[in-house]
Antibody, heavy 120, light 109 residues
Framework: QLQLQESGPGLVKPSETLSLTCTVS?????????WGWLRQPPGKGLEWIGS???????YYNPSLKSRVTISVDSSKNQFSLELRSVTAADTAVYYC?????????????WGQGTLVTVSS | QSALTQPPSASGSPGQSVTISCTGT?????????VSWYQQHAGKAPKLMIY???KRPSGVPDRFSGSKSGNTASLTVSGLQAEDEADYYC?????????FGTGTKVTVL
């Protein structure tokens, strides 16, 4: 059974960098799937941050592109998110997720989510 | 970025059907058959209910169905059950991005 688990600090100071890791178990990250990051501010809707495919193709939300990097560590079966120069508006539950085979701009497996608060 | 438009709320009695709309543009919903629907219970991660407009992942009841006409996609839940009470979000592929809907709270009366 495939499982995804987010990890990282729950509190980040304004202007600093938010860093999260998603550990994939029960399946290989080197497979015909997109691996994505999404977020949901408290009480609000979902937002796609970006996704990566076979580590070679990475796509970002244009509204976040200048501040985001998604990377893959195949040896650890993990992928990571970096969001730079954070503000209070970046406070959200962050999810990592996997797509069905080939993509489909959909996500069929999700991590439980991790709340990241941006505050001094 | 512009979110897809969904009605804030929808409701129905047990056994009835409810349909949720998701209106986009010719740059997203209208141009691609990559529309998905997610169910989210409070405090939980979203669950994929429909992808590629009409496909159901394994384990999703056939009471859930999707369709699309022009720039508007729809999710229909037939035979409403108490456990269907949740927030529902649509999403669509658009060039260079994926965009989500504003969300609809479904209440089972």
């Amino acid at each position: 059974q495939l499982q995804l688990q987010e990890s990282g600090p729950g509190l980040v100071k304004p202007s600093e960098t938010l860093s999260l890791t998603c550990t994939v178990s029960g399946g290989s990250i080197n497979s015909n799937h997109y691996w994505g990051w999404l977020r949901q501010p408290p009480g609000k809707g979902l937002e796609w941050i970006g996704s990566t495919y076979y580590s070679a193709n990475t796509y970002y939300n244009p509204s976040l592109k200048s501040r985001v990097t998604i990377s893959v560590d195949s040896s650890k079966n993990q992928f990571s998110l970096e969001l730079r120069s954070v503000t209070a508006a970046d406070t959200a539950v962050y999810y990592c997720a996997k797509s069905p085979p080939g993509g489909s701009a959909a996500y069929d497996y999700w991590g439980q989510g991790t709340l990241v608060t941006v505050s001094s | 970025q512009s979110a897809l438009t969904q009605p804030p709320s929808a409701s129905g009695s047990p056994g009835q059907s409810v349909t949720i709309s998701c209106t986009g543009t010719s740059s997203d919903v209208g141009s691609y058959n990559y529309v998905s629907w997610y169910q989210q219970h409070a405090g939980k991660a979203p669950k994929l209910m429909i992808y590629e407009v009409t496909k159901r992942p394994s384990g999703v009841p056939d009471r859930f169905s999707g369709s699309k006409s022009g720039n508007t996609a729809s999710l229909t839940v037939s035979g409403l059950q108490a456990e269907d009470e949740a927030d529902y979000y649509c999403s669509s592929f658009a060039v260079g991005k994926e965009v989500f809907g504003t969300g609809t709270k479904v209440t089972v009366l």
